[in-house]
């Protein structure tokens, strides 16, 4: 138990010594005295029984009594606490107003919150302790006060052990992988020392935990975090040799089947303090992680680093006095769907020792304030490990509920995984997999490409990166985002692809898109549709989120000086077709003048409109007619006249 119980019990120990009563058998004095010698001793098992025999033929016997619940208390039999200090007051006796503040601290760990406020506040009332004691009385006051409230109206959730996964050590900080293929986590090992485990999901369900081969070491090594492609790990590790402090965050890479020798990250990530927790965001494009360096609110602070153009990371930035507070914030997690981030912390209000909380972007991109994920995730234990799967909908957790609820003597005191389905209230928007291949369009070649994801309707960039050695390049997206797809590569034409999140079925977790590039020598005279360029209705006024695919138009001239480019227009068939003219017209030259007005020469560019005369669809259904309303561009050759 913490040191703060024990203290307390000696409290109320000494306040029995000096109201021993006289008026008993020198026999039972002598008696108590050899309890509370074995109580100070060290031997509360002992001394429970001492006082239990002494109670037996005397229950009157105040001071024993008093001393029986502190016992009890230490050794954590809180409900034997709440029965003696309750039967302690009932004698008729003048009883210490402490006895109060302790009833309250065993009834808040029996769930009895109204009962434990009620103690807490007449202890706050009557006594004239000013000091530490009244101190924790308050904060205690204040847990319980929030339990109660949370309890009243607590979230309909099971928990369910993850067997699979648990054994009769310490498993804990579960990292799933953005697919949500695969699990990494934290276990203690025989030697208690940390290691990290991997395991994938089949059809039938987890397989056996292996350890991380080439990773794990006689010190610690937990908190693991995954990259959305599976190919970077980055974990704490503590003690080693080429640390800058007693934990620091170290980074592999999978090659060739197998995990890299990790390499510290450094300064400015790493520093002479603690550093850990590590959870990354933005499609590995940050990284957030726990640390006490200089710099933060108290405690632990939740920081927040960049990817740097050049491939390394920024100074760490706090996220500021809404997240952290004087207390510890620990334990990051960034959901896939990049709008809400999830912590741990003992310096909100809470539960009890730690709690999770959830805070959500708000409409100016700053995190909100933190909310409570209240019971019964969150008990009046430690909760600090919390990890959300790509639907939104499922949750893993760590927690040592099953040693706190008392189940059988032979559980021990540590840590197993939990799933959870979230219910209404904790649940958060989806997130999809997005999987893109590239190749060459004709020999089926793999090419290293860049790939680029805009949110359209958040007019933000999601992803920048570039394909690994089998042409594929692994993200994960908002699901419900309508997202433009960009891929680049020297020597072929431009592709763009769209895709609607609100097409893409409930139940999907992984979307593919294969892009196959044509080289340029193979493009002249060839027409390319810019998937991702919108109009106003019925006119020739661009829409702001057409910006990425024009801008990509432009970078693809930028980066090709001597290319010519006709912009065709087309339209469906609403309409007449001499408006249908005009207006396809109009609209190839409206991305004309874009271009030009970004410094294109003009003698590069062609407009034409095609009307709807080119048709790509039937033109019987809203999915066809939204096919045939496009903007192409064509490769001219260079002596091509018009």
Known sequence: MPNIVLALSIVLVLYGNACAQEHLPARVVKKYRSGMSLYRSGQPERARATFEKILKDHPDYADARLQLGSVCFDLEDYACAETQFLLRLQLPDHSP??????????????????????????????????????????????????????????????????????????????????????????????????DLYFSERTATGWTVPVPLSGINTPQNEGAPAISPDGKTLVFTSCDRQNGLGGCDLYRSIFREGEWSVPVNMGSPVNTPAYESHPCFAENGNALYFASNRKGGRGGSDLWMTRLQPNGTWGNPKNLGDRINTSGNEVCPFAHANGAALHFASDGHPGMGGKDLFI???????????????????????????????????????????????GQASSVHPNLDLFALELPEGLRIDPSCYLQVKVLDRFTRKVLAAEVRLFDLNAGQLLFAGETDAEGVAKLAFPKHADCALHVYQKGYALFTEKFRGSEIPDTAILFEVLALLTPERESAS??????????????????????????????????????????????????????????????????????VNKGVRPERLEARGYGESRPVAPNDDPVGRSANRRICFTLLDRHEKE
Not at 129 to 158: I, N, P
Not at 177 to 191: C, I, L, M, N, Q
């Open 359 to 405: 805070t959500r972007l708000d409409a100016s991109g700053d995190w909100g304030v933190p909310e409570n994920l209240s019971m019964p995730v969150n008990t009046i234990g430690d909760e600090s490990s919390w990890t959300v799967f790509p639907d939104g909908l499922t949750a893993w957790m760590a927690s040592d509920r099953k040693y706190l609820a």
């Open 526 to 595: 060839e027409a390319f549709v810019l998937h991702n360029i919108f109009f106003a209705s019925g006119s020739d006024s661009l829409r702001g989120e057409s910006t990425f695919e024009l801008d990509a138009l432009l970078r693809f001239l930028t980066e090709h000086p001597s290319a010519r480019v006709r912009i065709e227009g087309h339209t469906d068939d609403v309409g007449s077709e001499a408006d249908n003219q005009t207006l396809s017209e109009k609209r190839a030259q409206a991305v004309v003048r874009y271009l």
């Open 97 to 194: 107003v402490k006895i109060h503040y302790t009833l309250g601290l065993a009834q808040y760990r029996l769930g009895k919150f109204a009962l434990g406020r009620s103690n807490v506040e007449r202890f706050l009332t009557y006594s004239r302790d000013s000091g530490e004691l009244r101190q924790k009385a308050e904060a205690l006051l204040a847990k319980l006060q929030f339990a109660e409230k949370a309890a009243a109206g607590q979230h309909d959730v099971q928990l369910h052990e993850l067997t699979a996964l648990n054994t009769d050590r310490s498993e804990y900080l579960p990292c799933v992988r953005p697919d949500g293929k695969a699990v990494y986590f934290t276990r203690r090992s025989p030697r208690g020392d940390e």
